[in-house]
């Protein structure tokens, strides 16, 4: 997290140096995070969970999966999740013309990053900034420990509903039929 008297916004994310795809910058409640490309497992992990989601979305014509992509909630809060899902409905207006989501997609997916500082933004910072935006479901993924819990959407916040361990099968009431070990 970078320090700012003024809150950042996605204005100022536009003035930001381009490097090639080594950092990534996210602001949530106008606060600046700055963060490294991830770990070549942290992106096998997305990958997969991508394609999975893409495939069923390709044979249900639901909705389409993508591996981070900008999803700007507002000016001060603005974010690049490792995978998410959206469905046409939502889509059909929900872009801007940079290509970035302005709506909440249905599932977020982060995969945690090694770290106290990170573990504490996805499992807390951005539980509340999904929460308060509408997002249905949630998956954090730790690939170190071989675990994905999922919240899902009760009384208006994400709560989480159970964690999978290797060998357990991920379904979803959201995504009708999808199912992967």
């Known amino acids: 997290m970078v320090a700012n008297s003024q809150p950042w916004t996605i204005r100022d994310l536009a003035a930001m140096p381009d490097d090639g795809g080594w950092k990534r910058y ?12 991830p770990h070549i497992r942290h992106q096998g992990a997305a990958g997969k969970l991508h394609m999975r989601l893409e495939r ?19 000016p001060t809060d603005a974010v690049i999740p490792d995978v998410v899902w959206v469905s ?46 509408g997002v249905q479901e949630y998956w954090i993924v730790n690939w170190q420990l071989k675990t994905l819990e999922i919240y899902r959407r ?23 039929e999808f199912s992967t070990p």
Do not use: C
């Open 26 to 37: 996210e602001i949530i409640d106008g606060e600046l995070y700055v963060t490294r490309a």
């Open 88 to 133: 046409y409905e939502r889509l059909a207006n929900g872009l801007d013309d940079a290509g970035h989501l302005i709506v909440a997609p249905e599932l977020m997916v982060e995969i945690l990053s090694p770290g106290d500082l990170n573990e504490q933004r996805d499992k807390e910072v951005k539980l509340k900034l999904y929460s308060r935006y």
């Open 56 to 74: 069923w979305s390709e044979e249900t014509g639901l909705g389409a999966a993508f591996q981070a992509p900008g999803v700007v909630f507002s």
């Open 154 to 176: 009760s009384n208006a916040q994400l709560q989480i509903v159970g964690t999978l361990l290797v060998g357990d099968t991920l379904a979803s009431p959201l995504l009708p």
